[in-house]
């Protein structure tokens, strides 16, 4: 046997030993997963980018609405998923980072994850029952420190979401005591806000929420960042008032996978997410409800920004002694 014949032996087997992920990815039906009821901000995000990842993808997509838990209830079916790539979720710190620290029944940690994509981030807004009657953050504390014998509600979508931490820490900056209202997702909670059943909440500035605000249905007080909304400049940067500058709380939604799914497949639905939010029409729905879409980043780069987010809302639970409940 000559030295060819033996080298294209050896690269034959070297290949047939090779994953083939590469090449075979994805061979059958991939699912989604939201982490909240249908109709909430997430869901808006995974119904815009679906069709478009999916087509650049060439295999059908179907979402999953599944809530509970502050959202570790959908993240808990991914971790428990085969490492393959046909289960993702569409999520954001709440449920990666904040969920494992605040529910004690959660049994997986922010590392069992790997970000795909980070495409895009929102304001928080501080918004109110209409018929509280107040404009600004000052009437809505004056009114706070004047119902010490019921303290005004605010709803999250669980124990250790973002949103149950912004109120704790306004709570706590505030000096103000606020009863905490937990609901399963935003939509139940934002219908409760407009039917009055809660004083108030901290809501992202995603789907439906912007067209609930414009039209009147709750009253916006300020957004939780350093400076004002793009689309709602009325309502003035909570972070930028004295003494609430720690109020900066802008949110970002990605796609992530179970931690052990091969590159091969991180890469592909890198490539297929970051395409998709680039789509003209659904750049400018997510750009129409205020939305910053963000430009894409490699696998290894998302893996340096999720190690720091980590640490960044590890730092704010710690802040307030979030506790396990």
């Known amino acids: 046997m000559n030295f060819k014949t033996l080298f294209s032996g050896l690269l034959a087997a070297a290949c047939a030993l090779c994953p083939t992920w ?6 059958k039906t991939i699912s989604l997963i939201v982490p909240y009821p249908a ?3 997430s869901d808006f995000f995974a119904r815009k980018l679906q069709p478009d990842a999916a087509a650049k993808l ?4 179907i979402i999953e609405n599944i809530g509970g838990a502050g959202g570790a209830i959908g993240l808990s079916k991914l971790v428990n998923a085969p490492a ?15 969920a494992p620290m605040a529910i004690q029944g959660v049994k997986y940690k922010s590392e069992d994850f790997k970000l795909v994509a980070q495409f895009a981030t929102t304001n928080t807004i501080l918004a109110v029952r209409n018929s509280l009657n107040v404009k600004t953050v000052d009437e809505l504390l004056a009114l706070a420190r004047k119902s010490t ?15 149950h931490l912004i109120g704790e820490k306004f709570s706590q900056i505030t000096k103000v005591q606020m009863l905490h209202v937990p609901y399963k997702g935003i939509a139940p909670l934002l219908s409760d806000l407009m039917g009055g059943q809660i004083d108030m909440a901290f809501l992202p500035m995603a789907g439906s929420i912007p067209a609930t605000i414009m039209d009147g249905k709750i009253q916006g007080l300020a957004v939780t960042s350093k400076t004002p909304h793009a689309l709602f400049k009325q309502f003035p940067a ?5 003494g609430m500058e720690a109020m900066d709380f802008d949110i970002w939604a990605g796609v992530q996978v179970h931690k052990n799914t091969p590159d091969a497949v991180v890469s592909t639905l890198n490539k297929a997410f970051y ?3 680039e789509v003209p029409e659904t750049r400018k729905a997510l750009e129409g409800s205020g939305n910053v879409v963000l430009p894409s980043r490699t696998p290894a780069e998302l893996a340096l920004v999720y190690q720091s987010e980590i640490e960044r809302y590890r730092a704010i639970a710690k802040s307030i002694n979030l506790q396990p409940q």
């Open 22 to 27: 590469a090449q075979t990815y994805p061979a």
């Open 39 to 41: 109709g909430g901000p």
């Open 58 to 61: 060439g295999q059908t997509m």
């Open 84 to 98: 393959e790539g046909y289960t993702l979720s569409l999520g954001s710190p709440m449920e990666l980072v904040l």
């Open 149 to 163: 014998d019921k303290p005004l509600s605010y709803g999250s979508v669980g124990p250790g979401s973002l949103y």
């Open 238 to 242: 909570m972070a930028a008032m004295k």
């Open 275 to 277: 395409a998709a939010a």
